[in-house]
Structure formats: C-alpha cells, structure tokens
C-alpha cells in the first residue's frame, strides 16, 4: 500500500513561487506515473503535470512555462516547483501516483490509485 504525505504549499502574492513536495512511504515510485493535480472550489479536479519512469514530462497548457514537476529517486519523493504564480492558481494540490493509465489520458483523476492529502495554495493579487 503507498501512502503519499505532501508538504509545502501555503500563501503567496501574484509572482511569487512555491514548491511542492510529496512523499511516498509503503512502496516505491520505480515505473510509476506520479501527477500533479488540483482543485479550485466549484470546479472539476483537473492534471497540472506528469511525470513518468524514463522522466519524460507533460504539462497543462495553463502551467506550460511555469511550473516544473521533478522526482528525486533516492527519496521517494515527488515535487511541482511553481513559479510566476497567478491568482487563478489557488486551489487545492493534490500529488497521485499509478503504475498504469488505465484510462489512457494522463490528467483523466481516475487513472490514479493513490493520493496525498492535498495541500492548498492561495495567491493573492
């Protein structure tokens, strides 16, 4: 069983940067796709970014440019850098993790089996 514990997040002003961490206790990442996604109130829960084994990457068109995903294999842990960060960044993050897209379309939330607890992000203007 994979647990996922996030850390960071917090408060910030448009411009401002943040980063993101997510560990994985109970299992290794090896092979994995590990995401990114969020959830701002009254919306659909939607992929940030993906990253997968051979460390190739994708983006939402939203994040292109800004945000960057990264893995540290040797501590099982998972990280979204953000920068440039706008207001219509404020959500709730969410990293996930799934050793197989069963639905074919990485930002699809139901390829995911695991998810951290989620960690929120404000930026203010």
């Known amino acids: 069983q994979v647990q996922l514990v996030q850390s960071g997040g917090g408060s910030v002003q448009s411009g401002g940067s943040l980063r993101l961490s997510c560990a994985a206790f109970?299992?290794?990442?090896?092979?994995?796709?590990l995401a990114w996604f969020r959830q701002a109130p009254g919306k659909e829960r939607e992929g940030v970014a993906v990253i997968v084994g051979d460390g190739s990457t994708n983006y939402a068109d939203s994040v292109k440019g800004r945000f960057t995903i990264s893995q540290d294999n040797a501590k099982n842990t998972l990280y979204l850098q953000m920068n440039s960060l706008k207001p219509e960044d404020t959500a709730m993050y969410y990293c996930?993790?799934?050793?197989?897209?069963?639905?074919?379309?990485?930002?699809?939330?139901?390829?995911?089996?695991?998810w951290g607890q989620g960690t929120q992000v404000t930026v203010s203007s």
């Open positions: 996930a993790a799934t050793p197989v897209l069963y639905r074919g379309n990485w930002a699809d939330r139901y390829n995911y089996d695991y």
């Open positions: 109970g299992h290794t990442y090896s092979g994995y796709y």
